[in-house]
């Protein structure tokens, strides 16, 4: 994978689905990807702004419902979650520990707070909103805007697992 530009943005999700999805990944692939409160960090980016320069052969599309509009993109080969893509939203959030720590942004949101597995404060003072925040809206439809409203999946994942 390759990114260009910078990304749209860093959050880490505490929804519903993330936690699951988590505790499915670690249990399946042997591949943490949630913190210790249940968050799942991504580092966000257009769609139009992402390539997969070799190995599309070995992604495959995890949904916990086959109706589901997400895809939790995983490498087969090895078992690594890679990016998560939904259909109607004009980026795509990639898994933070699959983008180089050097370029690698701090959180800047904790969104979903409402479902974390663990109440109460966070020390590492970043803002925490029980959904979306005003401020991840705006910037939703201005990316969706700036990409040409395209919003369909990446279409170099071929199946699903």
């Known amino acids: 994978m390759s990114a260009s530009g910078r990304p749209s943005g ?3 999700c505490h929804c519903a689905e993330c936690q699951t999805a ?7 692939f042997n591949a943490p990807v949630a913190d210790s409160e249940g968050g799942t960090f ?9 390539t997969c320069q070799s190995g599309s052969d070995k992604l495959a599309a995890h949904k916990l419902d086959p109706k ?12 690594t979650p890679m990016y ?15 983008v180089p720590e050097q ?5 800047e949101l904790r969104v979903y707070a409402k479902d974390r597995v663990e109440a109460g404060q966070h020390a590492d003072g970043v803002r925490t909103y029980p959904g979306y925040s005003r ?10 805007w700036r990409s040409g409203f395209e919003t369909d999946h990446m279409g170099f994942v071929a199946r699903d697992i």
């Open 42 to 50: 991504h580092v966000l980016w257009r769609k139009d702004r992402l």
């Open 22 to 28: 988590a505790m499915i990944f670690e249990r399946r």
């Open 68 to 79: 589901s509009p997400t895809d939790r993109v995983i490498a087969t080969c090895c078992g």
């Open 84 to 98: 998560l893509d939904r259909k109607g939203r004009p980026w795509v959030g990639v898994f933070a520990d699959r």
């Open 135 to 144: 401020r991840m809206l705006f910037r939703r439809w201005h990316a969706i």
């Open 10 to 12: 860093a959050t880490i």
């Open 103 to 107: 370029a690698r942004p701090d959180p």
